[in-house]
């Protein structure tokens, strides 16, 4: 059975124009099966989809993540950037410190995603004067909206000083991810003794290169995210790749990037959460702060939902039956329709059948128990797992 990648939910025709990150030739080179992704040329895989997902669990994976927005919001006044920021989001960021990141979501009124992001509180970087204040990375497919959506509210909030910035033209960013990231780093001579800690961002030199490091990552694995100038992409690229490979690194496409982080339960933008669904649904209550001082785009509509109990929740399910089931295949109970399935593929760490989706809450439902689903008409047996699948 091939396992294939997750579309873009908002990508253009194929017949479009799409851009290229400052790697894209490097790609083609390397033989890379190019897709248009969310308006970009990008890479699907180089190779096996199950080898890349296989590497990354054990050695490491190198991804060009040069398609997502590297936005840059400030007005010369970082606590008042901060007061701006926090009346769009769900966490509480005065718990950024320089250096510090979150992850968070933008909503609209109703409490429903526009897009999760991570927000980043910069530090000083003298060698970096375009990155100050914070930094917000955006999913590729939202980013001209959700710049939009920056630019909107700096207007209705009443902070017209507010600069919004996407560095998308100046930079590329990887993710290097993976149990042997650190050793193949250290090959480049690195002291990874200076490596961030878990979400955060420090600036560092790889071989005479500049670059910023962050520590998140969207695989279940641990790994660094790297920002290096355009310019100096290909030679970084080509030396992590030489560097690592001979510990098992390879460059990675999207196929597995989509298994990758399905086993680890991270939910897709515009799959498993979108504007209709809200952080409490989507199994992300710990994101949010209904507690935190003051207010934010909607606040009142989670605590509505809070105070009302959910419509739906967030599950996992594994299939008894070799088969894939995809978004919007119905979810049934003793017959009764009660949900509807955001994501699935085959695990490659577990080889069965994996999925996720969002159930009704008045179903009596829990880890263990059998529900059906209805794939390509035919009706399949499933188990409600915990989350995530995979934990590292």
Not at 49 to 62: S, T
Not at 127 to 137: D, L, S
Not at 273 to 284: C, W
């Amino acid at each position: 059975m091939t396992i294939q990648p997750t579309p873009e939910p908002n990508a253009p025709e194929l017949n479009t124009i799409a851009r290229q990150t400052p790697l894209y030739r490097n790609h083609v080179a390397r033989g890379a099966k190019m897709v248009d992704f969310a308006g970009w040329q990008m890479p699907l895989q180089y190779g096996k989809v199950l080898e890349e997902h296989h590497a990354v669990r054990q050695a490491a994976g190198l991804f060009d993540i040069s398609h997502m927005a590297l936005v840059i919001v400030s007005c010369g006044d970082v606590e008042t950037t901060r007061a701006f920021l926090d009346r769009l989001v769900p966490q509480d960021l005065r718990k950024l410190f320089p250096g510090k990141a979150l992850y968070t979501q933008f909503l609209n009124e109703q409490g429903g995603i526009i897009d999760d992001v991570i927000v980043y509180m910069l530090p000083e970087l003298p060698a970096f004067p375009e990155f100050q204040e914070f930094m917000v990375i955006c999913n590729a497919a939202n980013a001209a909206k959700d710049l939009d959506w920056l630019n909107t509210q700096a207007k209705a909030l009443h902070y017209p000083q507010i600069q919004v910035q996407d560095l998308y033209a100046h930079y590329s960013l990887f993710a290097l991810q993976g149990p042997l990231f650190a050793d193949i780093l250290a090959r480049t001579g690195f002291d990874t003794d200076y490596l961030p800690k878990r979400f955060q961002l420090t600036d560092a030199t790889i071989q005479e290169t500049g670059v910023l490091l962050s520590r998140t990552g969207y695989t279940g694995e641990d790994g660094v995210e790297i920002i290096v100038p355009a310019a100096k992409a290909e030679y970084l690229w080509d030396l992590l790749l030489d560097l690592g490979k001979p510990i098992g690194l390879q460059p990675i496409g999207l196929g597995a990037r989509d298994t990758l982080r399905l086993e680890a339960a991270y939910p897709l933008h515009g799959y498993d959460i979108s504007e209709s669904d809200t952080p409490l649904e989507a199994g992300l209550a710990w994101s949010v702060k209904l507690n935190k001082p003051g207010d934010f785009i909607g606040k009142q509509a989670l605590r509505q939902q809070q105070e009302k109990g959910l419509d739906k929740e967030f599950y996992c399910f594994t299939i008894n039956k070799r088969t894939i089931a995809r978004q919007h295949d119905i979810i049934y109970k003793n017959g009764t329709p009660v949900g509807t399935v955001t994501s699935g593929s085959i695990s490659p760490l577990f080889n069965v059948p994996i999925g996720m989706g969002y159930i009704r809450s008045q179903t009596v439902i829990g880890p263990g128990d059998t529900i059906q689903i209805r794939v390509r008409g035919v009706d399949v047996d499933a188990e409600i797992v915990e989350r995530p699948f995979y934990q590292k």
